[in-house]
């Protein structure tokens, strides 16, 4: 069972920034962030396959060059840096992971593990 909490949510300006944190309780080989809108579908924002040394990276395009994800293994944690923040990113951000073995693939959607989640609200 892999317990992941996220913190670092809140209300900032469009334009402003926040880096969102997932502090996981067992190594996974993929990390990953959703986020859904009330009504709306949950939506894979970023995700990141780290095995070795060398890790690789997923973004949604409405994101990518704006987010970045990253992990930092000492410390349990798993980033997700959003900069030039939009109103149209205001939504309920979660951090994920694959079930299975901790060495695992990152899947399309099939996560088996989701944190409770920690609003973001971005105001024009």
């Known amino acids: 069972q892999v317990q992941l909490v996220e913190s670092g949510g809140g209300s900032v300006q469009t334009g402003e920034s926040l880096r969102l944190s997932c502090r996981y309780s067992?190594?996974?080989?993929?990390f990953g962030w959703f986020r859904q809108v009330p009504g709306k579908e949950r939506e894979k924002i970023a995700a990141?396959?780290?095995?070795?040394?060398?890790?690789?990276?997923f973004y949604l395009a409405s994101v990518k060059g704006r987010f970045t994800i990253s992990r930092d293994n000492a410390k349990h944690t798993v980033y997700l840096q959003m900069n030039s923040l939009k109103p149209e990113d205001t939504a309920m951000y979660y951090c994920?992971?694959?079930?299975?073995?901790?060495?695992?693939?990152?899947?399309?959607?099939?996560?088996?593990?989701w944190g409770q989640g920690t609003q973001v609200t971005v105001s024009s």
């Open positions: 994920v992971a694959p079930g299975g073995s901790w060495y695992d693939s990152c899947p399309s959607n099939d996560f088996g593990y």
């Open positions: 067992d190594r996974r080989a993929c």
């Open positions: 990141i396959y780290t095995v070795t040394t060398d890790g690789t990276t």
